[in-house]
């Protein structure tokens, strides 16, 4: 869902909320639409969004938060039956950020600048090198308290 709005502000959804009615529309009643997401506040959960500020202030404007994405459900005629979140932490290698294949598997690197990601990975370089990362790591990696994702089922009543 991330990717629907072109110019996102954080605040409204129009692409988004168009996108559920259709699958409304098109979903047989009592079909059941399951959506994972992330929260801003699961993003900031997550400690390698500290070592890119300025994308992950970006990623704030795209990421609904759970009362905005059940609002936008709402709007759809959608009735949630279930949310939880996961806390898998799939990402849990500090230098992770150094290797392109690690980056490839996350969303939040495509949106980077060239020079976002030569700042990031000369920061990243250098709490290795000063043997301060895992420390970083540790400060920032929140995924135990807010989940790595939001799971949520919502239905189309009968």
């Not at 005629?77 to 979140?85: D, H, I, M």
């Amino acid at each position: 869902m991330h990717h629907l709005e072109e110019n996102p502000d954080g605040q409204s959804f129009p692409i988004i909320i168009q996108t559920l009615k259709e699958v409304y529309r098109i979903l047989k009643p009592g079909g059941v639409l399951t959506i994972i997401s992330v929260t801003p506040e699961q993003l900031d959960a997550n400690w390698f969004s500290h070592i890119l500020p300025k994308n992950t202030q970006r990623w704030h404007k795209r990421l609904l938060s759970f009362e905005q994405l059940k609002s936008c459900l709402s709007e759809a005629k959608f009735a949630v039956q279930s949310a939880c979140n996961s806390l898998s932490g799939l990402h849990s290698d500090p230098e992770g950020p150094l290797s392109e294949s690690w980056r490839k598997n996350l969303s939040l690197f495509d949106t980077c600048t060239e020079e976002e990601i030569q700042d990031m990975i000369n920061f990243v370089s250098r709490m290795k090198n000063q043997g301060n990362l895992e420390e970083f790591y540790v400060k920032h990696e929140k995924i135990d308290i807010f989940g790595t994702l939001n799971i949520c089922a919502a239905k189309k009543e009968i």
